[in-house]
């Protein structure tokens, strides 16, 4: 089979395949399920993550697993109730005041109750590596691009509000260093606290030469709009709010009979879809260069979408083996059609096309054989 | 093109108008730049012509602003996207996307271009600017000069009528400028766009210029044609002065102008004693020293087994393409970068060791975005914290201030000073302490010629007192003014290390403009010239 040619997919393709396994994992407390979602995760950002600076996320996020993971591990060794046996050790038990009647310090700490908290850590750790890995593989702003010209803004302003954070982060290591030139000790809690006022001013100085800046090119113009067609885009947006909010109380309400609950909540959509439909034509913006969504974007979101259904299937008809009963000490057995299903959504890995690398100006031998 | 009727801009809080009653009117294709002291109000003039000034900046605008018919008092800077593009100071803040291409394409995809033009317009910028080998990069990686064609280009891709600079070259390295501004005059002079342009280094400009616009700093503007404004303004490029020494009429404004008038001037220098190669240093103590430094980025190797040696009384300029490493030997040398391998000692010991209060003692660095070292709430407070910090007498840092930059008011924010006034007050602040090494990296990035002056003359009294100062620069004339070695990074590597007359002379990418026009004269600067005449300049 020839190489497929380097490209990078739409982004779309990743996170739908990243949010799709997410579920997955998030059916699961089964250790050997979830050890297997991480390594097909960490197999395909090993293989198409490019070298972009956001293709370095997934490292992080793996760490902010791990640090969940010890949380949960530590509170339910301290505060949980001991299930099962055998007890693997005793903690000095505390004698809370009665206001706290009902929280335990210390006690018997219990290998099942060990192990549950650790695939409940575990899971969220997973999830994370997940996000972790969506990011890793498709930077966040393209997939913005790829929205509804009428939420391009309201995206927009969501992103620089989330940038807010890694440039506050950049800013602190800047303002550190610059404290460091001045002769000032830039450790300790003092030198932490005494950062803080420069670092906002100047991550909000920044973001109002970066709003200026894409004023000055155009962002937020306006096409030519009668009044007429303003009145009716509000119109279908309020009416599609009221639906879908009468569908979410009748799904929640289990009095609502489901007809009702089914048409309020088609009507709403439709008259939301058409209401952004219709304030996309308000906005003058084209794309440049949009990603393609073709037979490798198809098969990564859908080879996730059927691994995901399998899991979420298999949790139903099988609930025993991909949430092992809390209190027995077993090995977690491997359910047969989610080790199918996994090893379906690690395909991207090798079926798509590789990534295309930032810094080499020549495309090398080995990419383009 | 633009017109300014009777405008005054008065920003708020502000006791005095920055702009003050001016006229103004520019037409189709002309290049206009725009000079004055630091923090005259240049960049506020350019922030009038699309609207950012009253619209983000606040303040009260008087008198009619238009450009192509369109009153900017009504119309917001959004609306005049499509006519007016825009390149601030500091790309960096400016930049909206992740990729060099996205980037270009975004002032386009906002202005609802059809995809195949944008498309083209896109392979046209990156071939305009030397941009193709960066079009996939992400931003973060570039260098500041690449940063600065990007932002560049980002403007001319939306092909507006009118480009407005804001010191589009204070970051880049001579041979970058001279792309840049070629690339503007070719803009001028096939598409007649209107050009407005802020710039310090005339000597890069001001050849390209058809009118100047001269802020002399009271709110008032004169404009004319570029030798009559320069005839007595404080702000001149060395050609220009040479021709004030010389009494040429018109003044020269270029190289070749000035060559081609210099032949007796050349013939009266010959019998002249030579005074730029009078001064030799003696050997002194080398007081900091790096040892088969490597730094990398990532697998990006910065610098490659560097080994230099810096004396006691010596002054150094680091010169070299952007992204040759300057900055990171510098930061290196204060103990910001830990090398790979290799040694850096100062006075005996590596910066690393050293606590940032003791540090400061031995070497002293003045970063790029100088800035960052600023966070009180006025420049008093900051040179009564810098005086406490350096554990010197009070009202050291103050007097320095004094010195470097005479007419700064001690009551204003540090965060409202232009950028030069910033850097001066960081230069101070750095000085303050008196360290035995001073590093300072791209010290002359916004100010004016007197001001570079002055700094030139407190940094050779600490020079004189056995301060070793390391410039990174790629200001040649500051070079040719201040230094008496010169040093060359190539991709982390030393190519060239020897006396500033040697290198100078023979190499003409860092040769000053006083050396091209007088060569094979050894002749580096127009004082030297003065003296060697016996005329003031």
Redesign the interface.
């Known amino acids: 089979m020839t190489r497929a040619f380097p490209r990078n997919l739409h982004p779309a393709a990743w996170w739908l395949w990243a949010l799709a396994l997410l579920t997955a994992a998030s059916r699961s407390t089964n250790l050997a399920v979830l050890a297997m979602i991480l390594t097909v995760a960490w197999v395909v950002v090993k293989r198409r993550r490019s070298d972009a600076p956001w293709a370095r996320a997934f490292r992080l996020f793996l760490r902010l697993g791990l640090i969940v993971l010890a949380i949960r591990f530590v509170a339910q060794v301290l505060f949980g109730m001991p299930i099962g046996a055998p007890v693997l050790f005793t903690l000095p038990e505390i004698g809370l005041p009665r206001w706290a009647a009902g929280i335990t310090f210390g006690g018997p700490v219990t290998a099942p109750s060990v192990l549950a908290a650790f695939a409940d850590g575990a899971r969220l750790a997973v999830m994370l590596a997940l996000i972790g890995a969506a990011n890793t593989l498709a930077n966040p702003k393209r997939l913005l691009a790829s929205l509804p010209a009428a939420l391009y803004e309201v995206g927009v302003a969501v992103v620089v509000a989330l940038s807010f954070a890694p440039s506050l982060i950049v800013a602190v290591g800047r303002v550190r260093e610059a404290r460091r030139l001045r002769g000032r000790n830039d450790r300790g809690i003092r030198g932490v606290l005494t950062v803080a006022a420069p670092v906002l001013e100047d991550a909000l100085e920044r973001s109002l030469a970066l709003a200026a800046a894409m004023d000055s090119r155009g962002y937020g113009r306006r096409g030519p709009v009668s009044s007429r067609m303003n009145t009716v885009t509000t119109m279908l947006f309020s009416a599609g709010l009221v639906g879908i909010a009468l569908g979410l109380f009748g799904l929640l309400d289990s009095s609502t009979p489901s007809l009702v609950t089914v048409v309020a909540l088609a009507c709403g959509v439709t008259a939301a879809a058409g209401g952004l439909a219709l304030a996309g034509k308000r906005g003058v913006r084209t794309r440049y260069r949009p990603d393609r969504w073709d037979r490798p974007e198809q098969l990564t979101a859908g080879v996730a979408l059927i691994a995901a259904g399998i899991t979420v299937w298999a949790s139903f008809a099988d609930p025993a083996a991909l949430n092992p009963p809390i209190g027995v000490l077993a090995w977690p057995a491997m359910p047969l059609p989610v080790v199918g299903a996994l090893l379906l959504a690690a395909a991207p890995a090798f079926v798509t096309p590789p990534p295309v690398l930032t810094q080499e100006a020549e495309p090398t031998f080995e990419a383009t054989r | 093109m633009i017109e300014f009727r009777d405008v005054t801009a008065t920003y708020p809080d502000a006791t005095r108008p920055t702009i003050k009653n001016v006229r103004l009117h520019v037409d189709e294709g002309e290049l206009c730049l725009v000079v004055g002291r630091t923090g005259t109000g240049k960049t506020t003039l350019l922030r009038l012509i699309?609207g950012?000034f009253p619209?983000?900046t606040g303040g009260v605008l008087s008198g009619q602003v238009t450009v192509c018919g369109r009153d900017t008092a009504t119309s917001?800077?959004?609306?005049?996207?499509?006519l007016?593009g825009?390149v601030?100071q500091?790309p960096r803040?400016?930049?909206?996307?992740?990729?060099v291409?996205?980037e270009l394409?975004?002032?386009?995809?906002?202005?609802?271009?059809?995809?195949d033009v944008?498309?083209r317009r896109?392979e046209e910028t990156l071939d305009l600017l030397g941009l193709v080998?960066l079009r996939?990069?992400?931003l973060?990686?570039l260098s500041g000069g690449q940063r600065q064609r990007v932002a560049i280009g980002?403007?001319l891709t939306?092909h507006p009528r009118i480009l407005v600079l804001d010191e589009p070259t204070s970051a880049l390295d001579p041979p970058a400028a001279e792309d840049v501004l070629a690339a503007l005059q070719r803009l001028v002079h096939d598409l007649a766009i209107t050009v407005v342009i802020s710039e310090h280094r005339l000597e890069r400009v001001v050849h390209y210029a058809d009118r100047v616009l001269y802020l002399p700093g009271d709110g008032s503007l004169r404009d004319g044609a570029p030798a009559e404004i320069l005839k007595d303004t404080p702000v001149a490029p060395p050609v220009v002065e040479l021709g004030r020494i010389a009494g040429w009429d018109p003044l020269p404004l270029s190289v070749r102008d000035a060559r081609r008038r210099a032949t007796a001037l050349r013939d009266a220098l010959t019998a002249c004693p030579n005074v730029s190669q009078a001064t030799k240093a003696s050997v002194t103590p080398v007081t900091v020293e790096l040892n088969d430094v490597r730094v990398a980025y990532g697998n990006?190797p910065v610098l490659n087994g560097v080994n230099l040696a810096f004396h006691a009384g010596e002054i150094t300029a680091l010169m070299g393409r952007n992204g040759a490493g300057k900055t990171t030997l510098l930061r290196t040398l204060?103990g910001?970068h830990r090398p790979l391998s290799g040694t850096v000692v100062i006075g005996g010991v590596g910066p690393r060791a050293l606590?940032?209060?003791l540090?400061?003692?031995r070497i002293?660095?003045v970063?790029q975005?100088a800035a960052?070292?600023?966070?009180a709430a006025t420049i008093a407070e900051e040179c009564a914290?810098?005086d406490e910090?350096?554990h010197a007498t009070q009202g050291t840092c103050a007097a320095l201030l004094n010195e470097i930059a005479p007419d700064l008011s001690f009551t204003q924010a540090p965060?409202d000073l232009s950028e030069g006034q910033r850097l001066s007050v960081v230069l101070a602040?750095?000085m303050t302490?008196a360290p035995q090494v001073l590093l300072l990296d791209e010290p002359t990035r916004g100010l004016d010629y007197r001001a570079k002056e002055r700094l030139a003359s407190v940094l050779r009294r600490f020079a004189r007192a056995g301060t070793t100062v390391i410039i990174a620069t790629h200001d040649v004339e500051l070079t040719a003014d201040l230094a008496s070695r010169m040093i060359v990074l190539a991709d982390g590597d030393v190519v060239v290390d020897g006396h500033t007359a040697d290198v100078a002379v023979s190499s003409p990418a860092f040769a000053p403009q006083i050396a091209k026009v007088l060569a094979p004269l050894p002749w580096l600067t127009v004082g030297d010239v003065a003296e060697s005449l016996g005329v003031l300049p």
């Open positions: 699309n950012l619209h983000f917001r800077p959004r609306d005049l996207a499509d007016v825009v601030g500091d803040s400016h930049f909206v996307t992740d990729t291409e996205d394409a975004y002032t386009m995809e906002s202005l609802g271009l059809a995809p944008m498309r896109v080998e996939r990069r992400p973060d990686t980002a403007a939306a990006r204060v910001l606590s940032p209060s540090l400061l003692q002293g660095l970063p975005d960052d070292l600023l966070y914290a810098a910090d350096a965060r602040i750095v302490a």
